[in-house]
T-cell receptor, first 114, second 114 residues
Framework: DADVTQTPRNRITKTGKRIMLECSQTKGHDRMYWYRQDPGLGLQLIYYSFDVKDINKGEISDGYSVSRQAQAKFSLSLESAIPNQTALYFC?????????????FGPGTRLTVL | AQSVTQLGSHVSVSEGALVLLRCNYSSSVPPYLFWYVQYPNQGLQLLLKYTSAATLVKGINGFEAEFKKSETSFHLTKPSAHMSDAAEYFCAVSDTFTGNQFYFGTGTSLTVIP
């Protein structure tokens, strides 16, 4: 089984709808991250969490919120989706948060906002 | 602030030819650098990382990268391209001040021509 899973894998929604993307991990890592990927822009950090009580904004947090329900679960919400939030979303985890730590990525969720 | 620049959003090589993907970084402190590969419809997978132990880093699938401080570069190479190397490649730098926050380049799409 995959260490980092994301649900759903694909989602089409309409402008103004609330949507939640979920991430679960079995790696036992404390740190979790949400990124979005747009063609030609690489990955941009939305939010990251050091542990269940510590959540931090990334480069592009506007229009997004997150919830760290447990060490293993980190959800990303779009309260009122808009078309320019159409993108590929990735969840990632890392162990201690040292600068040398590898981040491990989930398979991604492709979100389309009409 | 940390950043990386990947020169060439698209690179094409013939099967068996040398692969060279360029990455230059900007950092006020010694950086930690990573190369990730993304195959179609998959998440990112670590190829290799530089953590200051050795300037020439060997990774998976025959890839390697050399850290050159004087040139602020961390180019990815492979002596002989294989069809299975066709993918998107991302260079990333880790933020040493906030721990494990990554800054990604915009990616290079590698095409391998039979």
């Amino acid at each position: 089984d995959a260490d980092v899973t994301q649900t759903p894998r694909n989602r089409i929604t309409k402008t103004g709808k609330r949507i939640m993307l979920e991430c679960s991990q079995t790696k036992g890592h404390d740190r979790m991250y949400w990124y979005r990927q747009d063609p030609g822009l690489g990955l941009q950090l939305i939010y990251y969490s050091f542990d269940v009580k510590d959540i931090n904004k990334g480069e592009i947090s506007d229009g997004y919120s997150v919830s760290r329900q447990a060490q293993a679960k980190f959800s990303l919400s779009l309260e009122s989706a808009i078309p320019n939030q159409t993108a590929l979303y990735f969840c990632a985890t890392s162990d201690s948060g040292a600068s040398t730590d590898t981040q491990y990525f989930g398979p991604g969720t492709r979100l389309t906002v009409l | 602030a940390q950043s990386v620049t990947q020169l060439g959003s698209h690179v094409s090589v013939s099967e068996g030819a040398l692969v060279l993907l360029r990455c230059n970084y900007s950092s006020s402190v010694p950086p930690y650098l990573f190369w990730y590969v993304q195959y179609p419809n998959q998440g990112l997978q670590l190829l290799l990382k530089y953590t200051s132990a050795a300037t020439l880093v060997k990774g998976i699938n025959g890839f390697e990268a050399e850290f050159k401080k004087s040139e602020t570069s961390f180019h990815l190479t492979k002596p002989s391209a294989h069809m299975s190397d066709a993918a998107e490649y991302f260079c990333a730098v880790s933020d040493t001040f906030t721990g494990n926050q990554f800054y990604f380049g915009t990616g290079t799409s590698l095409t391998v021509i039979p």
